[in-house]
């Protein structure tokens, strides 16, 4: 059963931009902590971003600071990514995930399996 889904991937041209969505189920209501992954192919999965849904306190990897922003909308059960001045470097899988059941500990957020639910991914590909 699919409790976090993603939207809004798509193909896009070097310093384009895209909004991604992700929206949580009923079994994700309440989330804690919001957080972005993605996974390049043939390259492991990092980080992107997180957000902590009570403080909206945001983090991000040194990769997309200043270019991408996470935000989320607690009404809605719903985290956002704003993608900007993207590069073909970014090209990647994008993933969302939603921490519910706990807090995370200082740089927790930054851990894949650490969320309790983690969606199927959107594609992001920038041409060049």
């Known amino acids: 059963q699919v409790h976090v889904r993603e939207s809004g991937g798509g193909s896009v041209q070097a310093g384009g931009s895209l909004r991604l969505s992700c929206a949580g189920s009923e079994f994700a209501k309440s989330t804690k902590y919001w957080g972005w992954f993605r996974q390049a192919s043939g390259k492991e999965r990092e980080w992107v971003a997180s957000?902590?849904?009570?403080?909206?306190?945001?983090w991000y990897a040194d990769s997309v600071k200043g270019r991408f922003t996470i935000t989320d909308d607690n009404a809605r059960n719903t985290v956002y990514l704003q993608m900007t001045s993207l590069t073909p470097e970014d090209t990647a899988m994008y993933y969302c995930?939603?921490?519910?059941?706990?807090?995370?500990?200082?740089?927790?957020?930054?851990?894949?399996?650490?969320?309790?639910?983690r969606g199927q991914g959107t594609q992001v590909t920038v041409s060049s």
């Open positions: 957000i902590d849904a009570d403080s909206d306190t945001s």
């Open positions: 995930a939603a921490k519910v059941f706990a807090y995370f500990n200082f740089g927790g957020w930054s851990s894949w399996n650490r969320y309790d639910y």
